[in-house]
């Protein structure tokens, strides 16, 4: 009788406990994943939500906002935010709309999508200005891989002079449009548009599929990291990603040609951490861009390195680690 006496209170226990796993959400399961940070939710442009991550340093030289790339959540950078705070450098970072914790636009959440690039860069925009901001910093920098050098490049258009120093490591400038040939791709996607098929996965692509690691991946060569990711994406499904839209691809194109057509009129300092054997986006197009770059501007090879250059094996990891806080030690004392 003294058991059963107990039974009420354990059940009310159990499904206290159960409402809150079930009421965690992604605010809750980044405190359990990184418990050294602060996480928030912001509201971006269209009422989506954006999760974000912060780490200060009392006496710090600086604020660096990472702006990541395509199908990436801040959490995988979480050792390269250990170094940067270990050098003092506060940290500032958020996953975009449609991947990682934050919200998707689409009923089917595995499609890569996004009205425009500029709700990027009103969402990052929204970021600097009420939650980086409500710290005084005497610099504010970026650390941006890939699509987030896109991202950047375009609010630095936007909104010039805000920052003292981009670092972008494999930046978004060109990307490959196999099997179509480049000057057909346009026409092919304004043609998907008039359809009404630009919410539809581009040709060939689909839903997230784990891939087990091999020699030959195009994203970085050292197997720890990339299994890491694997596990993660496992364990929570929700941040599983698939290949991008027909809308997505016409938005991407739209913005690398803007930023192209205007790289004169960029004035932050900027160093570009090129992977030397990458084949997720153009090499050349860093060059071109480089080349048209007014001033300012570095481009720093790492040979053999993967597009994935902040998760790639140490060696290359710690040529991309050290360029990166050298750089932002130099324009912090400029």
Not at 45 to 52: N, S
Not at 266 to 289: C, K, W
């Amino acid at each position: 009788m003294v058991f059963f006496a107990f039974i009420p209170g354990l059940i009310i226990l159990f499904l206290a406990g159960l409402g809150e796993v079930m009421a965690l959400g992604p605010v809750g399961e980044l405190k359990q994943l990184l418990p050294e940070m602060e996480i928030g939710v912001f509201e971006g442009c269209h009422g989506v939500g954006i999760v974000y991550g912060i780490r200060e340093v009392e006496a710090e030289k600086g604020a660096v906002v990472i702006v990541n790339g395509r199908n990436e959540t801040f959490v995988k950078y979480r050792k390269v935010i250990d170094k940067l705070t270990a050098a003092d450098f506060s940290v500032y970072t958020f996953d975009h709309r449609g991947q990682g914790f934050s919200d998707r636009q689409l009923a089917d959440p595995h499609k890569g999508y996004v009205d425009s690039f500029d709700d990027y860069v009103a969402d990052l925009h929204f970021f600097l200005e009420h939650i980086v901001s409500r710290r005084p910093h005497d610099s504010c920098l970026v650390l941006a891989h890939s699509m987030g050098g896109t991202i950047t490049l375009l609010y630095e258009l936007r909104y010039p002079g805000n920052f003292a120093g981009i670092v972008m490591t494999a930046p978004m400038l060109g990307f490959s449009t196999a099997p179509w040939p480049f000057f057909l791709v346009s026409p092919l996607l304004s043609l998907f548009e008039v359809l009404g098929l630009s919410q539809n996965y581009i040709i060939g692509g689909g839903p997230f599929k784990p891939e087990s690691f091999t020699d030959d991946n195009p994203l970085t060569s050292d197997r720890e990291s990339y299994n890491r990711n694997q596990r993660l994406m496992a364990e929570y499904p929700q941040i599983q990603l698939g290949s991008p839209t027909n809308a997505w691809v016409r938005q991407a194109l739209v913005a690398i040609g803007e930023v192209m057509a205007e790289n004169e009129s960029l004035r932050s300092p900027l160093l570009i951490l090129q992977a030397g054997a990458d084949r997720v986006v153009d090499n050349q197009a860093q060059e071109r861009f480089f080349c048209g770059r007014a001033g300012n501007c570095e481009l720093q090879v790492i040979p053999e390195a993967r597009h994935e250059i902040l998760v790639e094996s140490p060696e290359f990891r710690g040529i991309a680690v050290k360029a990166m806080l050298d750089f932002f030690e130099q324009v912090c004392g400029d």
